[in-house]
């Protein structure tokens, strides 16, 4: 009877005993895993997951490295956009003021920012849609010695008009 490993198997075959020890090893084990993962990103009782996914974005403030960073639970305690209401629950203008208002806290003076562009997302399932706003703002020397920079940054408005900004990256030491 061959063998691989010390196990003995009833498949006549080098291939057999390979397939044997797949079926008897690996195929259980992956199984608990994926129960594992299953059981880890179901939430309980309706409540959000902090598994519930997020978005970021890398951007930069006078050559700062910041990021902005969004979680699912905040996206899923927001209100939905229903398919059968016209407009979403915030209208853009509002969620541009947040959007304004939020990247003011960080820099301060906004005359040398600009909105370049809005994006209405959809979350990942069907009811839960996001503002995505990007700004570009003042040129800066390039950390490479070769011309200009520019500032930009991106900054995230829920449907609850709450508005989710840049915050500074903290380099650690390795």
């Not at 305690?77 to 407009?87: D, R």
């Not at 839960?128 to 010695?145: A, C, M, Q, T, V």
Request: charged residues 15%.
């Amino acid at each position: 009877m061959p063998s691989v490993a010390g196990y003995r198997f009833n498949g006549s075959s080098l291939y057999g005993c390979l397939c044997d020890l797949f079926q008897k090893t690996y195929v259980p084990i992956a199984l608990v895993i994926l129960c594992f993962i299953a059981a880890g990103s179901c939430p309980a009782a309706g409540q959000p997951s902090a598994r519930m996914g997020g978005a970021s974005a890398s951007g930069n403030i006078m050559g700062e490295d910041y990021s902005t960073e969004l979680l699912g639970p905040a996206v899923y305690q927001a209100p939905q956009w229903a398919p059968e209401q016209e407009n979403p629950p915030i209208s853009v203008r509002a969620a541009e003021r947040a959007a304004t208002k939020a990247l003011q806290e960080i820099v301060g003076d906004l005359k040398d920012w600009k909105r370049q562009d809005i994006t209405l997302q959809q979350w990942s399932d069907s009811g839960h849609w996001i503002y995505r706003f990007s700004f570009n703002g003042p040129s800066y020397p390039s950390k490479r010695g070769t011309g200009q920079s520019t500032s930009s940054v991106l900054v995230f408005v829920l449907m609850n008009g709450q508005a989710v900004g840049p915050k500074k990256v903290v380099k650690t030491k390795s």
